[in-house]
């Protein structure tokens, strides 16, 4: 027989998933702002600029 797919279940799981990130996204941004300002390159930067777009992405929920 042929398992039926479970719409609500993904729904629970990208909730959780969603979750978790808005958790960890603050003290990642946290050690590459300090790592950003130790070692400044270019690329730090981006990444720090990226990760910060994706706070706040998470915080007003536009993802």
Same mark, same amino acid.
């Given at each position: 027989?042929?398992?039926?797919?479970?719409?609500?279940?993904?729904?629970?799981?990208?909730?959780?998933?969603?979750?978790?990130? %808005?958790? +960890? &996204?603050? =003290?990642?941004? !946290?050690?590459?702002? *300090? %790592?950003? +300002? &130790?070692? =400044?390159?270019? !690329?730090?930067?981006? *990444?720090?600029?990226?990760?910060?777009?994706?706070?706040?992405?998470?915080?007003?929920?536009?993802?």
């Amino acid at each position: 027989m042929k398992r039926r797919f479970n719409t609500y279940a993904f729904q629970n799981s990208m909730r959780n998933f969603k979750g978790m990130c %808005r958790q +960890l &996204i603050v =003290p990642i941004c !946290l050690f590459q702002g *300090l %790592r950003t +300002l &130790i070692f =400044p390159t270019i !690329l730090d930067v981006f *990444l720090l600029i990226i990760l910060i777009v994706a706070a706040f992405s998470l915080h007003f929920e536009w993802i």
